[in-house]
Every structure is written in C-alpha cells, then in structure tokens.
C-alpha cells in the first residue's frame, strides 16, 4: 500500500466557510489525486498532479482548488463551501507505467 | 457511451459460490485495469490488476480481460460473507483511471 493518510477524517461546516483537505503519502509515489464520491454517482475526478509543479483539473475542478506542497502531500481547499460539496472525498496515490492507485481513508465533508 | 460501464444490479450470491463481476470500457487503447473493493462507508481496496489478455488469478479472485471485446470480468470464488462489499472496475486512459459505478455483492450465509 501507498500508505496514503488523510485529515481530517470528518469535518462539518457551514456554507461559505473555508476549508483544507490534507493529504500526506509515504511511499514516494510521484503522482497524486483527488476525488469525490456521491451515492449514484461514483467517484469523480477534482484534481490530479503528476509532480510538485504539475496539476491537472480533472472532471469536477469548479469550485475546488489544489496545492502540491511536496512529493508527499497535497492539498484540497473549497474556497466558499456549498451544500452541495457535501461527499465523500478520497486522495490517491501512485504512478509507475500501469499508474496504479492507492487511496487514503477518506474525509467525510458535510456542509450545511 | 461512459467510458467504464458496469450494468448489472446488486448481486447477491450463496455462501461458497462464484460471483461474477463485468465491465466494459470505450476507449480501445487502454491498457491497464483494475478491480477495487470498496466496503461500505470505507475507501476503495486495490485487489486485482491486469494488462494483457487471458486471466490471472490471485487466491479466490481471477481478473479476465478481452481487449478486443473490451470487456474485463471478475470472478470471486468460494464466496465468503466478508466478500460483501461493492466492487469498482478502473481502466487506466488518458493519464488518469477512470472509475465504473460499481456493483453491489451480497453473499448469503
């Protein structure tokens, strides 16, 4: 395992406040990711970054913004969280040629 | 068409018997697939990963992948209780996995 770690692992806020996502990895992996799950929906691509001076906006980027700090972490933020980016969030972990993906425990985000 | 498909509803299998997963997938030059196992309220678990056509077991699970009928199965065998859990398939394309919607096993004891 990528030995990918998340915090916090619950956080309820209120519309409009921000908030950051943390995301550390220990296993050295070069690329990085960060998704989102509802019910029915499956889980959807916010950002990705293949190095500390690569990001990627992925399926879902409205509304979200990223930092790659280090090798090992990488940030999400909600600028003015909404109701609506209430989910389920996953960061990832990984590369090599097949890009095989190691995912934390997950931060449950509820905004109210 | 999505590019990771998989249709089938919940299924629910007996204690001991072999579940069968599928998935499709659009995009003919990918070349790397993954099955996760995700339990419920838990994050996705890497179980089985495949490259080239044929099979590849691993314990109970046997990955199957048709690159010309763009198809990538799962089977668990012997299932177990603890198997319950909803399964996603990835397929690896354009620099980033892209994710089915999963399908739900139950096994019955």
Same mark, same amino acid.
């Given at each position: 395992?990528?030995?990918?770690?998340?915090?916090?692992?619950?956080?309820?806020? $209120?519309?409009? $406040?921000?908030?950051?996502?943390?995301?550390?990895?220990?296993?050295?992996?070069?690329?990085?990711?960060?998704?989102?799950?509802? %019910?029915?929906?499956?889980?959807?691509?916010?950002?990705?970054?293949?190095?500390?001076?690569?990001?990627?906006?992925?399926?879902?980027?409205?509304?979200?913004?990223?930092?790659?700090?280090?090798?090992?972490?990488?940030?999400?933020?909600?600028?003015?969280?909404?109701?609506?980016?209430?989910?389920?969030?996953?960061?990832?972990?990984?590369?090599?040629?097949?890009?095989?993906?190691?995912?934390? %425990?997950?931060?449950?985000?509820?905004?109210? | 068409?999505?590019? +990771?498909?998989?249709?089938?509803?919940?299924?629910?299998?007996?204690?001991? =018997?072999?579940?069968?997963?599928?998935?499709?997938? /659009?995009?003919?030059?990918?070349? !790397? &697939? &993954?099955?996760?196992?995700?339990? !419920? *309220?838990?994050?996705?678990?890497?179980?089985? !990963?495949?490259?080239?056509?044929?099979?590849?077991?691993? *314990?109970? &699970?046997?990955?199957?992948?048709?690159?010309?009928?763009?198809?990538?199965?799962?089977?668990?065998?012997? /299932?177990?209780?603890?198997? /319950? =859990?909803?399964?996603?398939?990835? +397929?690896?394309?354009?620099?980033?996995? =892209? &994710?089915?919607? *999963?399908?739900? +096993? +139950?096994?019955?004891?």
């Amino acid at each position: 395992d990528a030995d990918v770690t998340q915090t916090p692992r619950n956080r309820i806020t $209120k519309t409009g $406040k921000r908030i950051m996502l943390e995301c550390s990895q220990t296993k050295g992996h070069d690329r990085m990711y960060w998704y989102r799950q509802d %019910p029915g929906l499956g889980l959807r691509l916010i950002y990705y970054s293949f190095d500390v001076k690569d990001i990627n906006k992925g399926e879902i980027s409205d509304g979200y913004s990223v930092s790659r700090q280090a090798q090992a972490k990488f940030s999400l933020s909600l600028e003015s969280a909404i109701p609506n980016q209430t989910a389920l969030y996953f960061c990832a972990a990984g590369g090599g040629n097949t890009d095989t993906q190691y995912f934390g %425990p997950g931060t449950r985000l509820t905004v109210l | 068409q999505k590019e +990771v498909e998989q249709n089938s509803g919940p299924l629910s299998v007996p204690e001991g =018997a072999i579940a069968s997963l599928n998935c499709t997938y /659009s995009d003919r030059g990918s070349q !790397s &697939f &993954f099955w996760y196992r995700q339990y !419920s *309220g838990k994050s996705p678990e890497l179980i089985m !990963s495949i490259y080239s056509n044929g099979d590849k077991e691993d *314990g109970r &699970f046997t990955a199957q992948l048709n690159k010309a009928s763009q198809y990538v199965s799962l089977l668990i065998r012997d /299932s177990q209780p603890s198997d /319950s =859990a909803t399964y996603l398939c990835a +397929v690896r394309g354009n620099n980033r996995l =892209a &994710f089915g919607k *999963g399908n739900q +096993v +139950v096994v019955i004891p």
